[in-house]
């Protein structure tokens, strides 16, 4: 779908092409990748449990690099670096993505390396010698801006998030601001080393942490709107709020950054219910890996992206019952792990066109899943990554032609459901399948992981 | 050292090393009571003459021929079968971590399923309603459907055998399972497969004593029970299982009265259990000898890459194999020479794909480094290794069917060989004796492993480890 592995930075990294009066935007990152749209969740450099030879049934234009995954990598990149050096000319190395030819992505797609999922990320030291110590599984290091830089000069991803403090809801008011502070003084120091060693291929991304402390971070926010060389910010936190907070905060950050012109990407947003949220919030990129995981809870999307784009203009009442579904709704989905699906012999799908919808049937997939044969894994991420995508190109033509709220009142209706109770994604396994010692501490007993006397 | 001297040496040696063997081969694995030898009232079975209606299924077409070696074609309900070839396994009616598309796409001809699984989840009725086992995984090549026999061996805790059939227990849920004869045709007529096997009475190749003959004998009357029961003789081709153990004289009447039978196609089974290689080959050469020459001959359980070149050489035209893809879930991949262990951390820095000359979509993508980091935390890393395993098995059968059909089996041996023990420090034994009936002889200095040439270079290699080691104190 697309030919061109090298994108010329002098098309710029994001553009804004439609606004509309909902707040819906479209656009396109590097001048052919059309917003909004997602960013596709990798393990290692690869899309969980599909290989690349099905990256070319589906529209996969960004990968999602995270650091945690990444970071144990960096002598091997170097040593492919020397590698490649040896069979390509100069200027050809000075292009090249090293990270995406390593991991093989299919041309013409992006990579964006974000610092989520590290374990732990705290500052140490002061001054000077600031540094972050950074966990990711067994892995452990401490960065530095400059380090962190020159990684991403290595890697050369085409965007890339500035690391920061791991901050969550529950911390105190001045632990958050501290950790803002320090996350302010990383973008600011990364531009600085950005220009210093020649990382100008990447495009820089700050993070902001929201967690409806806004007015206390003004200051900070301020200093952020007055850095031209950002290229987009990455909102956190947004997941954890409730509706009516989340809109109000966004809206706040958008007039504080006033960055209209600057590409705006949510952390965390998956369920398409969230995306339509982010979406009338004017957000570009989504971060997530939700097809993913819920395919790896023997889940299958059951959405169907069938929009009648002629549709009359939504009244006022409905306009407004959108917030209330977007707090109340989730999409419908089949649980494979339910026995409902057994000698079913119908698609999961009869309008996807997807690889798994067209070759096999729901009581095979159910089959599989009793067996605990892996390739049911392969199935649902395919599908779930398809309807995903089908989704996302609904959504961009009904911003397009200025009809996104009719869009999101008719999917919020008919293609999804009340929350019944909250999705656990996560299934128990016994110790051995767990691997207590390589799994983050969050989600196994401590008392597993202490040596026997 | 004298030539001659060592002439005579090898000879010596190579005796003594025979008589070892089989004297390994004869120490009892299990000592049965006498109790269990008993041989119950047998039921009688007749030899039912169904050849005209089975030969319907099949249809078996020798192209060319080196010595034992054949190149065919298989004609079956789904398609042609180019042979030799080997069957990929897919147990539980899905192939582990490959997709149809991604068996298709590899030119996998014919694959496997077992009944005993298949009986258990989704069940006879269930397949049936699907209408079959092709429209239930959408696989529109052929199956062919292993009786459950082997799961006698695999599952022998929980399992007890008598005339009538096999009692199992359960591995879901322990409730007791009686297949008898009549109900594995049963339920294989119910999958719909392509080729279905007997069920034999199957005991682990390194029994010896009564045991070893009741068996064989058994299987042979559950053949003919196997036949009577067949209900789709002209859809579904049965196979017959010579057993007999490692025993001469019990083979030779399992495959006289397989014969008789004149059956679509004839299975050698009971091996590769453990056995010493000398003994395995010599086995398979005596089946294939003596089976009939215009009928495909199916090897059992045999997989490793040498294996199954060897037992081609040998007469043998179908193997089938778990090791491709279990291996593969342990990180194992296979090259031309030998396996590599993708998980060891040398892998992290080399940026070729595990083997340059293969053509699979893997080794045109990923490098070792990246399947090494792969291996550590996505499961994509199976599907990736188990590819290129199954699809390096089914290239090298379709090479060696080449070098047959062209007429340069020597030099593609020769070269193979040469090529798989390429690191390795010697080439063994049983190897040399296999060719030397299949009618090659290899053009190589690499020794023989257990020769006194062998012995002789270790010996040689000891001494100046040592003076090495001396030097540097």
């Not at chain 2, 009928?295 to 997989?303: A, H, I, N, S």
């Not at chain 2, 083997?355 to 490098?367: F, I, N």
């Not at chain 2, 190897?431 to 002889?441: M, N, P, S, T």
Request: charged share 25%; hydrophobic share 35%; net charge positive.
């Amino acid at each position: 779908y697309m030919g061109i592995q090298y994108f010329a930075m002098e098309a710029g990294l994001f553009m804004v092409t439609k606004t509309t009066l909902c707040g819906a935007r479209c656009g396109k990152v590097y001048g052919s990748i059309k917003t909004p749209n997602y960013l596709s969740w990798t393990k290692k450099g690869g899309i969980p449990g599909i290989s690349a030879k099905h990256y070319g049934h589906l529209n996969l234009p960004l990968f999602h690099f995270s650091y945690a995954d990444i970071a144990s990598m960096e002598d091997i990149l170097k040593s492919y670096k020397d590698f490649q050096s040896k069979k390509q000319t100069p200027e050809e190395m000075k292009k090249l993505r090293l990270l995406s030819e390593y991991t093989s992505t299919p041309k013409g797609t992006i990579s964006y390396l974000s610092f989520g999922d590290v374990q732990e990320a705290k500052i140490v030291a002061s001054g000077k010698d600031e540094a972050l110590e950074v966990v990711c599984n067994k892995y452990k290091n401490r960065i530095t801006a400059l380090s962190y830089t020159q990684f991403v000069k290595l890697a050369s991803p085409h965007l890339y998030v500035t690391p920061s403090e791991i901050i969550s809801a529950d911390m105190g008011k001045k632990r958050r601001i501290r950790a803002s502070k320090q996350s302010l003084r990383y973008v600011e120091e990364c531009i600085k080393h950005k220009k210093d060693i020649d990382c100008t291929s990447s495009s820089l991304i700050a993070p902001i942490f929201l967690s409806g402390d806004e007015p206390l971070l003004c200051p900070q926010l301020k200093k952020l709107a007055s850095l031209k060389e950002l290229d987009g910010y990455l909102y956190c936190g947004l997941s954890a709020m409730k509706y009516e907070e989340k809109e109000k905060t966004i809206q706040d950050i958008h007039t504080a950054l006033n960055n209209k012109e600057k590409l705006r990407i949510y952390q965390g947003a998956g369920d398409p219910v969230d995306v339509i949220f982010g979406i009338l919030n004017g957000v570009d990129l989504f971060e997530c890996s939700f097809p993913f995981k819920l395919a790896e809870g023997k889940i299958a999307m059951n959405v169907e992206s069938l929009f009648s784009y002629d549709s009359k203009t939504l009244s006022k009442e409905s306009y407004q019952s959108i917030k209330e579904m977007v707090n109340s709704r989730e999409i419908k989905y089949i649980d494979f792990n339910e026995k409902d699906n057994e000698g079913i012999q119908t698609p999961i799908q009869a309008s996807c066109e997807c690889f798994t919808c067209k070759n096999h049937t729901r009581g095979y997939i159910h089959h599989l899943v009793q067996c605990d044969e892996i390739n049911w894994q392969m199935l649902l991420t395919i599908h779930n990554i398809q309807a995903y995508e089908v989704l996302f190109q609904a959504m961009r033509k009904a911003v397009e032609i200025d009809k996104f709220p009719e869009f999101a009142h008719e999917f919020l209706t008919t293609q999804c459901q009340s929350k019944t109770e909250q999705r656990n994604y996560l299934t128990t396994v016994s110790y051995t399948h767990l691997r207590a010692h390589e799994t983050l501490r969050y989600l196994v007993c401590r008392l597993l992981l202490e040596k026997k006397k | 050292i004298n030539a001659e001297y060592i002439g005579i040496i090898y000879i010596m040696k190579r005796k003594e090393q025979e008589g070892e063997e089989e004297e390994k081969a004869n120490i009892p694995v299990k000592k049965l009571k006498e109790e269990e030898v008993k041989i119950e009232s047998v039921i009688p079975t007749v030899i039912i003459d169904r050849s005209a209606e089975m030969e319907k299924s099949l249809s078996y077409k020798i192209l060319k021929t080196f010595n034992h070696a054949r190149a065919g074609e298989l004609i079956l309900n789904h398609g042609t079968v180019l042979t030799p070839v080997y069957m990929p396994v897919g147990t539980k009616g899905a192939m582990k971590a490959l997709t149809t598309e991604d068996m298709e796409s590899m030119g996998c001809q014919i694959h496997l399923a077992n009944t005993y699984h298949l009986d258990l989840r989704p069940g006879p009725k269930k397949m049936n309603e699907y209408g079959g086992i092709h429209k239930f995984m959408n696989w529109k090549r052929n199956i062919l459907t292993d009786s459950g026999g082997f799961q006698m061996v695999s599952l022998n805790e929980l399992m007890e055998i008598n005339e009538h059939g096999v009692k199992f227990k359960s591995i879901l849920d322990g409730t007791t399972i009686n297949l008898a004869p009549e109900d594995s045709i049963h339920v294989q007529n119910q999958i719909g497969a392509d080729i279905i096997m007997q069920l034999d009475d199957v005991v682990h190749s390194l029994t010896t004593g009564p045991r070893v003959e009741e068996a064989a004998k058994r299987t042979i009357r559950w053949l003919d029970r196997c036949i009577a029961a067949h209900k789709r003789p002209a859809q579904q081709a049965l196979f017959g299982i010579v057993q007999g153990g490692l025993n001469k004289e019990l083979r030779d009447y399992c495959l006289i009265e397989m014969a008789k039978r004149k059956l679509p196609g004839y299975a050698i089974g009971g091996l590769s259990g453990g056995e010493a290689k000398e003994i395995f080959w010599k086995v398979v050469a005596q089946c294939t000898a003596k089976l009939p020459a215009d009928k495909p001959r199916y090897l059992m359980g045999v997989g490793y890459p040498e294996d199954i070149v060897i037992c081609s050489l040998l007469g043998c035209d179908m193997f089938d194999c778990v090791f491709a893809t279990r291996t593969a879930r342990f990180g194992c991949a296979f090259t031309r020479n030998g396996s590599i262990k993708l998980k060891k951390s040398d892998n992290r820095v080399i940026f070729e794909p595990i083997e340059p000359t293969c053509a699979c979509h893997v080794c045109k993508t990923y490098t070792r480094s990246m399947l090494h980091e792969l291996m550590k935390g996505n499961p994509v890393a199976l599907h990736l290794i188990s590819y290129h395993n199954v699809y390096y098995l089914l290239n090298l059968m379709k090479t060696l069917r080449d070098a047959i059909l062209e007429g340069r089996v020597k030099e593609y041996v020769d070269s193979f060989i040469n090529d798989y023990y390429k690191f390795k420090e010697s080439i063994p034994e049983w190897i040399k004796g296999a060719l030397e009936y299949a009618g090659i002889v290899l053009t190589t200095d690499k020794p023989f492993k257990g020769t006194q040439f062998f012995t002789l270079c270790q010996k040689k290699k000891k001494k100046k480890k040592k003076k090495k080691k001396k030097k540097q104190k």
